[in-house]
C-alpha cells in the first residue's frame, strides 16, 4: 500500500541517542518493515479507530447544528449561551461573561430531607456551582443596578423599587434569596430552620420560579447568577418522576417568561430541551394525558395515588405549550394541548362545571367526583379565559365554556354566610351535595372575573370579584396573625350570632400562597380604588411578622396562634415567584408595568405575552 522500497521519493526521520552524537537517518517504510505482526496490527487498529472517532465527531456536531437550527425557526439573537445580553450588560461590556467563584457544595451532608423525595426512583444529585461574592457588600448596588435594564419592546418600564412599598418587597425578596443561595442554591426548596433544603423535581423550582421576578426588581447581579446556573449546571433530565403540571407551570413557565423578559437565549434552549422531555405524557390510549413523567426514561404513567389524572392540571398546561409552539414555530407542542383542551370541551358538563378527576386512559370524568374551584379544580376555569386572551380573543371555544362555567358557579356554588352576608363558593361533593368549603385557593376567582369583565364581560362578572375579594380579604384580617387558613368553612345557618368562618385545626395552616394577592392585583388595576392596596399592605406586615425567619420565609401551622404558629421549615418556591412578584406589582404606580394589555399570568405568575390570532406578539 506504501509503493516500492527501492523509490527515493520517502520520509526519513533522525534519530540520536543521548551518548552518541552520530546522526542516523531511517525512513518510516524501513521501520514499519522492521515492526513485527503484533505492532503492526496493535498500531493499524489505533489508526482504524481515530479515523472512526473523527468521522463521528464531525458528523454529530453536524447534526445537532441542524437540529437547532430545526428547532428554531426564527432565533431573535446572535449571542452564545450564557452571555449577558440586552438587559442586563456587564459593566458596560456587552458579550461578556459574568465571572463566578464556583465553588461545589453538591457533596454538603444535608440532614432530613423531605418526604417528596422518591428514595425509589434513585434520583441523581445535580450538580450544583455556588456562586461567589457576599450579598452583604452588594446592598447598597442595587440602586445603580436598576438603572442598567432594557427591553426590546415599544414601552420601557422602569424595573425596581419606584416607593417605599415596593422597596419593602425588594428586601423581602433579598432575605429570602439570600437563604436560598446560601443554605439551597440549586435544590428546589428552602427549609429556613435547619438551613437546608427540599427536593421535589431536582430541577432548581426555587431559581427558575424567581427569574422574571428577579427581573422586575431590578436585582442584576443575583438574576445573572441564576441565568449562569441555568446556562451550566441545570440538569434538564434527572433520573425523577415528575409532574407534569407542576413542571410546566413552574419550569417551563418560568424559563419562557425569562426568556421573553431578558432575550437570554439560554432559556429558550432550556425551555425547549425541557418541552420536549414532558411530550411523552400525551401518549395515552385517550386524549387526556398522563399525570407524572420520568424525564431521563421518558416513561409515563398515572400518579401514585390512583388511576386518574386531575382536571386543573391537564388543563393547565396549555398556556405554556402553546407559547412555546409560538415562540419556536413548532406546532407539536401546541397540537398536543389544543388535542386535550378539544376532548374537555366535547365531555358533557352538568351547568358548565366540572369533576376534578378524569382518567387518562378512556378519557372520561370519574362519576361522582367533587366540583369545586379550589384544589384540583380551580386553575381549569382560569385557563379557559386566559386561552381566550392569549390568541386576541380569537378562539371562542374557551369563551363559551368560560361563560357557561361562570354562569353554572353563580347559581350552583356561590352562597353568603351568616350573620355577615359574606359571599363564598362553595363546593359540591359527588357532583350533587352542597358543602359550605372554599379553599384559599379559590380566592383566584375575583381576579379571573375582573380580567374578564377588562375584555368585555358583563357588569356581573366585576361586581361578583369585588363580592368575592372581599371576603378573600376577611378570611385573612379575622384571625388572629391576620394571615388566612388554607381551607375556610362557612356559616349558612340564618338568625345566628358569632363567627361567619370556621377554621378547623387540620386546615389553620398558611403555605404562603398568592391568589388573595394575585386578585387584589387585578381589583387594583381594573378598578382603581386604593382599598385594594391598602388591604394588600396588611397581609404583606403579616407575612413580614410571622413568618419571616432568620434565614429566609417558612410556612406556618396555625395562624389562630400569634405566639407560637408552629413554623413549618419551608419556603415554598411560589413565595418568590408568585407573592412577592404580586405585591411588587400591587404597590406600583405603572399600570404598564407588566400590562395586562401585553400579558397574561400563567397560573405560577410568570407573564407570557398576548399574540394575534396567528400567534404574533402584540406590540
Same mark, same amino acid.
Request: net charge negative; charged share 25%.
Given at each position: 500500500?506504501?509503493?516500492?522500497?527501492?523509490?527515493?521519493?520517502?520520509?526519513?526521520?533522525?534519530?540520536?541517542?543521548?551518548?552518541?552524537?552520530?546522526?542516523?537517518?531511517?525512513?518510516?517504510?524501513?521501520?514499519?518493515?522492521?515492526?513485527?505482526?503484533?505492532?503492526?496490527?496493535?498500531?493499524?487498529?489505533?489508526?482504524?479507530?481515530?479515523?472512526?472517532?473523527?468521522?463521528?465527531?464531525?458528523?454529530?456536531?453536524?447534526?445537532?447544528?441542524?437540529?437547532?437550527?430545526?428547532?428554531?425557526?426564527?432565533?431573535?439573537?446572535?449571542?452564545?449561551?450564557?452571555?449577558?445580553?440586552?438587559?442586563?450588560?456587564?459593566?458596560?461590556?456587552?458579550?461578556?461573561?459574568? @465571572?463566578? &467563584?464556583?465553588?461545589?457544595?453538591?457533596? #454538603? +451532608?444535608?440532614?432530613? %430531607?423531605?418526604?417528596? /423525595?422518591?428514595?425509589?426512583?434513585?434520583?441523581?444529585?445535580?450538580?450544583?456551582?455556588?456562586?461567589?461574592?457576599?450579598?452583604?457588600?452588594?446592598?447598597?448596588?442595587?440602586?445603580?443596578?436598576?438603572?442598567?435594564?432594557?427591553?426590546?419592546?415599544?414601552?420601557?418600564?422602569?424595573?425596581?423599587?419606584?416607593?417605599?412599598?415596593?422597596?419593602?418587597?425588594?428586601?423581602?425578596?433579598?432575605?429570602?434569596?439570600?437563604?436560598?443561595?446560601?443554605?439551597?442554591?440549586?435544590?428546589?426548596?428552602?427549609?429556613?430552620?435547619?438551613?437546608?433544603?427540599?427536593?421535589?423535581?431536582?430541577?432548581?423550582?426555587?431559581?427558575?420560579?424567581?427569574?422574571?421576578?428577579?427581573?422586575?426588581?431590578?436585582?442584576?447581579?443575583?438574576?445573572?447568577?441564576?441565568?449562569?446556573?441555568?446556562?451550566? @449546571?441545570? &440538569?434538564?433530565?434527572?433520573?425523577?418522576? #415528575? +409532574?407534569?403540571?407542576? %413542571?410546566?407551570?413552574? /419550569?417551563?413557565?418560568?424559563?419562557?417568561?425569562?426568556?421573553?423578559?431578558?432575550?437570554?437565549?439560554?432559556?429558550?434552549?432550556?425551555?425547549?430541551?425541557?418541552?420536549?422531555?414532558?411530550?411523552?405524557?400525551?401518549?395515552?390510549?385517550?386524549?387526556?394525558?398522563?399525570?407524572?413523567?420520568?424525564?431521563?426514561?421518558?416513561?409515563?404513567?398515572?400518579?401514585?395515588?390512583?388511576?386518574?389524572?386531575?382536571?386543573?392540571?391537564?388543563?393547565?398546561?396549555?398556556?405554556?405549550?402553546?407559547?412555546?409552539?409560538?415562540?419556536?414555530?413548532?406546532?407539536?407542542?401546541?397540537?398536543?394541548?389544543?388535542?386535550?383542551?378539544?376532548?374537555?370541551?366535547?365531555?358533557?358538563?352538568?351547568?358548565?362545571?366540572?369533576?376534578?378527576?378524569?382518567?387518562?386512559?378512556?378519557?372520561?370524568?370519574?362519576?361522582?367526583?367533587?366540583?369545586?374551584?379550589?384544589?384540583?379544580?380551580?386553575?381549569?376555569?382560569?385557563?379557559?379565559?386566559?386561552?381566550?386572551?392569549?390568541?386576541?380573543?380569537?378562539?371562542?371555544?374557551?369563551?363559551?365554556?368560560?361563560?357557561?362555567?361562570?354562569?353554572?358557579?353563580?347559581?350552583?356554588?356561590?352562597?353568603?354566610?351568616?350573620?355577615?352576608?359574606?359571599?363564598?363558593?362553595?363546593?359540591?361533593?359527588?357532583?350533587?351535595?352542597?358543602?359550605?368549603?372554599?379553599?384559599?385557593?379559590?380566592?383566584?376567582?375575583?381576579?379571573?372575573?375582573?380580567?374578564?369583565?377588562?375584555?368585555?364581560?358583563?357588569?356581573?362578572?366585576?361586581?361578583?370579584?369585588?363580592?368575592?375579594?372581599?371576603?378573600?380579604?376577611?378570611?385573612?384580617?379575622?384571625?388572629?396573625?391576620?394571615?388566612?387558613?388554607?381551607?375556610?368553612?362557612?356559616?349558612?345557618?340564618?338568625?345566628?350570632?358569632?363567627?361567619?368562618?370556621?377554621?378547623?385545626?387540620?386546615?389553620?395552616?398558611?403555605?404562603?400562597?398568592?391568589?388573595?394577592?394575585?386578585?387584589?392585583?387585578?381589583?387594583?388595576?381594573?378598578?382603581?380604588?386604593?382599598?385594594?392596596?391598602?388591604?394588600?399592605?396588611?397581609?404583606?406586615?403579616?407575612?413580614?411578622?410571622?413568618?419571616?425567619?432568620?434565614?429566609?420565609?417558612?410556612?406556618?401551622?396555625?395562624?389562630?396562634?400569634?405566639?407560637?404558629?408552629?413554623?413549618?421549615?419551608?419556603?415554598?418556591?411560589?413565595?418568590?415567584?408568585?407573592?412577592?412578584?404580586?405585591?411588587?406589582?400591587?404597590?406600583?404606580?405603572?399600570?404598564?408595568?407588566?400590562?395586562?394589555?401585553?400579558?397574561?399570568?400563567?397560573?405560577?405568575?410568570?407573564?407570557?405575552?398576548?399574540?394575534?390570532?396567528?400567534?404574533?406578539?402584540?406590540?
Amino acid at each position: 500500500m506504501y509503493g516500492s522500497p527501492q523509490k527515493r521519493d520517502f520520509i526519513s526521520f533522525t534519530v540520536t541517542k543521548e551518548d552518541d552524537k552520530t546522526i542516523k537517518r531511517q525512513s518510516c517504510w524501513r521501520v514499519w518493515r522492521r515492526m513485527s505482526r503484533l505492532q503492526k496490527n496493535i498500531i493499524s487498529f489505533l489508526l482504524a479507530i481515530g479515523i472512526v472517532l473523527c468521522i463521528y465527531i464531525l458528523l454529530h456536531r453536524k447534526a445537532s447544528t441542524s437540529g437547532m437550527e430545526n428547532a428554531v425557526k426564527a432565533p431573535p439573537w446572535d449571542y452564545g449561551v450564557g452571555e449577558d445580553y440586552v438587559h442586563f450588560e456587564n459593566d458596560g461590556q456587552p458579550g461578556k461573561k459574568a @465571572d463566578r &467563584n464556583k465553588e461545589d457544595i453538591a457533596n #454538603v +451532608n444535608h440532614p432530613d %430531607t423531605v418526604n417528596e /423525595v422518591d428514595q425509589d426512583n434513585n434520583v441523581d444529585e445535580p450538580v450544583i456551582h455556588q456562586p461567589g461574592g457576599d450579598d452583604d457588600e452588594d446592598d447598597g448596588e442595587d440602586e445603580k443596578q436598576n438603572e442598567n435594564h432594557k427591553i426590546p419592546i415599544k414601552y420601557q418600564p422602569k424595573y425596581g423599587p419606584q416607593n417605599k412599598k415596593q422597596e419593602a418587597v425588594l428586601a423581602a425578596f433579598q432575605h429570602a434569596w439570600k437563604a436560598y443561595k446560601a443554605y439551597a442554591w440549586g435544590h428546589d426548596e428552602l427549609k429556613p430552620v435547619s438551613k437546608s433544603w427540599n427536593e421535589w423535581f431536582n430541577l432548581g423550582l426555587t431559581l427558575i420560579d424567581s427569574l422574571d421576578t428577579m427581573i422586575l426588581l431590578g436585582l442584576k447581579k443575583e438574576f445573572l447568577e441564576a441565568r449562569d446556573w441555568v446556562a451550566n @449546571d441545570m &440538569n434538564i433530565k434527572p433520573r425523577k418522576d #415528575v +409532574n407534569l403540571f407542576e %413542571t410546566t407551570i413552574r /419550569v417551563l413557565g418560568g424559563l419562557l417568561s425569562a426568556y421573553h423578559l431578558s432575550d437570554e437565549p439560554v432559556f429558550l434552549e432550556k425551555a425547549i430541551l425541557l418541552g420536549n422531555e414532558l411530550l411523552p405524557c400525551f401518549g395515552s390510549k385517550s386524549s387526556i394525558p398522563y399525570a407524572d413523567v420520568n424525564l431521563m426514561t421518558g416513561v409515563a404513567k398515572a400518579p401514585k395515588w390512583g388511576p386518574d389524572s386531575t382536571v386543573s392540571e391537564v388543563t393547565t398546561i396549555q398556556l405554556e405549550f402553546r407559547d412555546l409552539s409560538f415562540t419556536t414555530g413548532d406546532m407539536r407542542y401546541k397540537e398536543a394541548v389544543d388535542k386535550v383542551s378539544t376532548h374537555i370541551h366535547n365531555l358533557p358538563k352538568a351547568n358548565g362545571l366540572v369533576p376534578i378527576f378524569i382518567n387518562a386512559n378512556n378519557g372520561q370524568f370519574r362519576a361522582r367526583s367533587t366540583v369545586t374551584f379550589g384544589a384540583r379544580g380551580d386553575s381549569y376555569y382560569e385557563y379557559l379565559l386566559k386561552q381566550w386572551i392569549q390568541t386576541s380573543k380569537s378562539e371562542t371555544m374557551f369563551l363559551d365554556d368560560y361563560l357557561n362555567a361562570m354562569n353554572g358557579a353563580k347559581e350552583k356554588l356561590v352562597r353568603t354566610s351568616e350573620p355577615s352576608k359574606l359571599t363564598f363558593i362553595g363546593e359540591l361533593l359527588s357532583g350533587e351535595r352542597f358543602s359550605a368549603k372554599m379553599d384559599h385557593l379559590a380566592c383566584f376567582l375575583p381576579g379571573t372575573l375582573a380580567l374578564g369583565y377588562k375584555n368585555g364581560l358583563d357588569e356581573w362578572h366585576l361586581q361578583m370579584a369585588k363580592d368575592l375579594i372581599h371576603t378573600c380579604y376577611q378570611t385573612y384580617a379575622r384571625t388572629a396573625t391576620k394571615l388566612s387558613p388554607e381551607i375556610s368553612h362557612f356559616n349558612m345557618v340564618p338568625g345566628t350570632k358569632g363567627d361567619d368562618i370556621i377554621i378547623k385545626p387540620a386546615d389553620a395552616h398558611n403555605l404562603l400562597r398568592p391568589e388573595t394577592v394575585e386578585s387584589l392585583l387585578y381589583m387594583y388595576r381594573i378598578t382603581g380604588d386604593e382599598i385594594y392596596r391598602k388591604w394588600g399592605w396588611e397581609i404583606f406586615q403579616a407575612f413580614e411578622k410571622h413568618t419571616k425567619l432568620p434565614h429566609g420565609y417558612s410556612s406556618i401551622g396555625n395562624v389562630q396562634n400569634v405566639k407560637d404558629p408552629g413554623i413549618r421549615d419551608k419556603m415554598e418556591s411560589f413565595f418568590l415567584g408568585e407573592t412577592l412578584k404580586y405585591f411588587f406589582l400591587l404597590f406600583s404606580d405603572d399600570e404598564n408595568l407588566i400590562s395586562f394589555d401585553k400579558y397574561v399570568f400563567n397560573t405560577e405568575a410568570h407573564p407570557l405575552p398576548i399574540r394575534d390570532s396567528q400567534g404574533k406578539i402584540v406590540q
